[in-house]
Nanobody, 127 residues
Framework: QVQLVESGGGLVQVGGSLRLSCAASGRTFSSYAMGWFRRAPGKEREFVGTMNWSDGRTYYGDSVKGRFTIAGDKAKNMVYLQMNSLKPEDTAVYSC????????????????????WGQGTQVTVSS
C-alpha cells in the first residue's frame, strides 16, 4: 500500500509564502515522478508542477511559473512545493501525486498519468 501524506497548507496573505511537503511511503515503492495538482472550488484540477526523475526535469504549470519551485528527494520519496508571491487565485486544495512509471513531457501535466494521490491540503490566500 502506497501512501502520500501532505503537510504545510494554511492561510496566508497576498504576496506571502508557503511551503508544502509530501512524503510517499510503501514497502517497495519507488517513484518516477512526484508533483502537485490543485483544485479550486468550481474549477477543474490544474497541474501545478512535477519533478520528473524519468528525464531529470522539473515542469511547472503556466500559472505558477516564476513563483513556485519544486524540490525533491527521490531516494526518500519526498517532494516539496515552495510557493512565493501568492495570489488569491492560488487558493485551492493542493494534492500531491506520484507516478510509479515513467512520464514524458506530454504526460507529466495529465493527472491521469499519476497512480498515487494524497488527500490534499488546503491553501487559502487572503486579500
Amino acid at each position: 500500500q502506497v501512501q502520500l501524506v501532505e503537510s504545510g497548507g494554511g492561510l496566508v496573505q497576498v504576496g506571502g509564502s508557503l511551503r508544502l511537503s509530501c512524503a510517499a511511503s510503501g514497502r517497495t515503492f519507488s517513484s518516477y515522478a512526484m508533483g502537485w495538482f490543485r483544485r479550486a472550488p468550481g474549477k477543474e484540477r490544474e497541474f501545478v508542477g512535477t519533478m520528473n526523475w524519468s528525464d531529470g526535469r522539473t515542469y511547472y504549470g503556466d500559472s505558477v511559473k516564476g513563483r513556485f519551485t519544486i524540490a525533491g528527494d527521490k531516494a526518500k520519496n519526498m517532494v516539496y512545493l515552495q510557493m512565493n508571491s501568492l495570489k488569491p487565485e492560488d487558493t485551492a486544495v493542493y494534492s500531491c501525486a506520484a507516478s510509479g512509471g515513467r512520464l514524458t513531457e506530454r504526460t507529466v501535466p495529465r493527472w491521469g498519468a499519476y497512480g498515487y494521490w494524497g488527500q490534499g491540503t488546503q491553501v487559502t490566500v487572503s486579500s
